[in-house]
């Protein structure tokens, strides 16, 4: 097995020091869904939009808190989802061991979920979903996406855990995560998250993304393979960038070492 | 931008997938209106609107009483926090948490919110299992640890309890000492914030 980088190593780590933090709840206080740091009140932006449009109005504090996750992927992309979500760690692993152990995959299914094949709705999905949820959320009342929430799960049930020594059974939304990755590579944190898919929309002039060097590429397609959002950098437009969780996964693939993240 | 028919097809069968899962299961799944929430919980149809279930009320509660409603009580309050008296009372009335209230100060959405007066629901008495009612006296634990004098009254060493001043904190129920417990915490004439 190819060796990995420093860099790809410490952004193995730092999800699984996130979680340590929000579980004996040092510095952190609350979940991803909404923590207080230093006093600063953070909260999801998704959840944020639902929980308004549920409720037909929001507190002031609220709005300002949820400004500050979506001004930091203004700035730098959805660098949540590549160096803190817990949920695209398990699901950076869960594809790693596949790879080495290579699970058989029904070929229709194969087929049917191979992402280069679906063109269009793959790209447009993710964004439809976050349309749909905001929709169910101020019809019905209630916030849709939080309900099922694979992040808001995992980390509500690290609380639940550290706090009170139990798990719900909505965890279970981890393994069936899992048992989807296994035979749909990339069909999560790239195409459907929502909450993913809403730091997108601000991503767009971000700083850091990959940047090739045309002199030296030579359009093997290796990085596109590596990319989790399947985002093809060497063709890709700002749009598509957006997308981009600063994985490094590009960079450290390449055989030419012709990527660089940089701003 | 061109989307041709198998991926409109295919969109069109996602979005009924999605929207069933996570818009009408919930709904026909009500939870049933008798969870009992923390202290200074809006109306529940805006509390659940507002409720970011994120569980910073119950990191924060310093007797534990408020826990998450698991998906046995419906998958639209999955998440929500309840308070169980199981766990420990609910001290927002004569105890450590009175004028503090660290549940409604953690609560970043505007469910919890301070409210002019705290009555989370009222206790209610299984006299078949209550010790003094079965052995005609002996026990009256729920009397002492009760703060609010009117609410639990003692006629001829039973414990008759009024719902109307009973403010629903749930000492009583942490105390019971009878197995299975005799007491339990009702959301009946819950105050709720607006």
Known sequence: MKRISYLQALRFLTPIIFLGLFAVRLGFSGTVCSLSFAAVNITCPLGFIQSSLAARGFPLALLVSALIPLAAAALLGRFFCGWICGVGLTLDFTRRLNKKKRLSVPKDLGRSMDIHRLGMASKLEGLALVGLFLGISFLLGYPAFCLVCPVGILYRNVLLASTQGTVGLDILAMPVLVAIEIFASKSWCGRLCPVGKTLSLVSAWSLFKPRVDASSCVKCGVCAQACHVNIDPVTANTAQLADCTKCLGCSDACPKKCITISP | ?194
């Open chain 2, 1 to 194: 931008m061109k989307i041709d028919r198998r991926t409109f097809l295919r969109l069109l069968a996602q979005f009924s997938a999605a929207g069933v899962l996570a818009g009408f299961i919930p709904a026909y799944v009500k939870p049933s209106k008798t969870i009992v929430r923390p202290p200074g919980a809006v109306e529940e149809d805006l509390f659940l609107a507002r409720c970011l279930r994120c569980g910073r009320c119950m990191e924060v509660c310093p007797t534990g009483t408020i826990t998450l409603v698991g998906v046995d009580m419906g998958l639209l309050a999955l998440g929500t926090p309840r308070v169980d008296a199981l766990r420990g009372p609910c001290e927002s009335f004569a105890g450590r948490c009175e004028g503090l209230l660290p549940c409604v100060r953690s609560c970043p959405s505007g469910a919890l919110q301070w409210g002019r007066r705290i009555k989370l629901g009222s206790a209610e008495i299984d006299r078949s299992l209550c010790i003094a009612w079965r052995r005609n006296g002996g026990c009256l634990v729920c009397k002492e640890v009760c703060p609010v004098p009117e609410a639990i009254q003692v006629q001829e060493k039973k414990p008759h309890f009024n719902p109307d001043a009973c403010l629903g904190c749930g000492r009583c129920v942490y105390a019971c000492p009878a197995e299975p417990k005799a007491l339990k915490v009702a959301s009946t004439g819950a105050l709720r914030t607006s």
